[in-house]
C-alpha cells in the first residue's frame, strides 16, 4: 500500500499499542511541510525562497493531498503568492487530524474515542495494519543506517524528519548521533530535480524559523 509522505511522519509519529500522537507539534510543522513538498513533486505548488505559489488546481486523486490544494486556494484569496511560513504555521495545528483520518479510512489504524477525566473527548489511533509501518522502517533503515541509494520520496521523507528533529521516532532506541549526519547528507544530496531540492532548503529554513520555540532537540 502506498502512502503519502505526511502519512507516512504521522505513523512514525503514533505508538503502536496506545494510538497516542507522540511529539505533536514538532510532527505537525513535519506532516504539513510533507503535503507542501509532495504537491511541489506533484506540480500543483511551487516555492521559491519565502514564498509558494499554487500553480494547478487539478485534483491529484489523493483525497488528503486535493483537500489542502482547495484549503490553500482559500487561503490565498486571489493572491498570486504568500509566505511559506504563513501557510505551515496555519496548517500544522490542524492537519494532523485530517492525516490520521486517512491513515484510519485506508485501515492502517484504527480510530478510538475516549473521554480524558469523564469529560473531554480523545481519539487515539492503534495500530491495524502493521506490514505498512514496517515496510516503511525497513525503507529509511535501508538508506540511513545501510547507506542504500534513496530514490526522491524516501530522501524528501528524510529531509522533512530530520529538520523537524523527530530522529527519535524514526530510529527508536538509537542516539542522534548515529543517525543525523546520515539524514543531512540525504537532505542535502543530489536525490532529485533542482527544484525540489530548491523547495525542501526552502522549506527546512522556513521550518527552522516557525519552530525554534516548538522543536526541541532529541
Not at 107 to 121: D, M, S, T, W
Request: charged share 30%; proline share 3%; hydrophobic share 45%.
Amino acid at each position: 500500500m502506498r502512502i503519502t509522505l505526511a502519512e507516512e511522519i504521522a505513523l512514525l509519529s503514533l505508538d503502536d499499542e496506545s494510538g497516542a500522537l507522540k511529539r505533536r507539534q514538532s510532527a505537525g510543522w513535519a506532516v504539513a511541510g510533507a503535503i507542501l513538498l509532495e504537491l511541489v513533486m506533484l506540480g500543483r505548488v511551487s516555492v521559491s525562497g519565502k514564498y509558494l505559489q499554487l500553480v494547478d488546481t487539478t485534483p491529484t486523486g489523493e483525497e488528503l493531498l486535493d483537500g489542502r490544494i482547495e484549503l490553500m486556494d482559500t487561503w490565498l484569496r486571489g493572491k498570486k503568492t504568500r509566505r511559506v511560513t504563513d501557510w505551515l504555521t496555519k496548517d500544522q495545528a490542524r492537519v494532523i487530524a485530517a492525516t490520521v483520518s486517512r491513515l484510519a479510512a485506508r485501515g492502517v489504524v484504527v480510530e478510538e474515542r475516549h473521554k480524558a477525566l469523564g469529560i473531554f473527548p480523545v481519539r487515539h489511533y492503534p495500530e491495524a495494519d502493521g506490514e505498512v509501518e514496517r515496510a516503511l522502517r525497513r525503507r529509511l533503515e535501508s538508506v540511513v543506517l545501510e547507506g542504500a541509494e534513496p530514490d526522491e520520496r524516501t530522501a524528501g521523507l528524510v529531509a522533512l524528519v530530520h529538520s523537524a528533529k523527530l530522529h527519535a521516532l524514526a530510529f527508536p532506541g538509537r542516539p542522534r548521533r548515529e543517525t543525523a549526519a546520515r539524514m543531512a547528507e540525504i537532505a542535502d544530496g543530489q536525490w532529485a530535480a533542482e527544484s525540489v531540492r530548491a523547495a525542501i532548503r526552502d522549506m527546512q529554513m522556513a521550518m527552522a524559523a516557525v519552530t525554534v520555540v516548538t522543536v526541541a532537540a532529541v
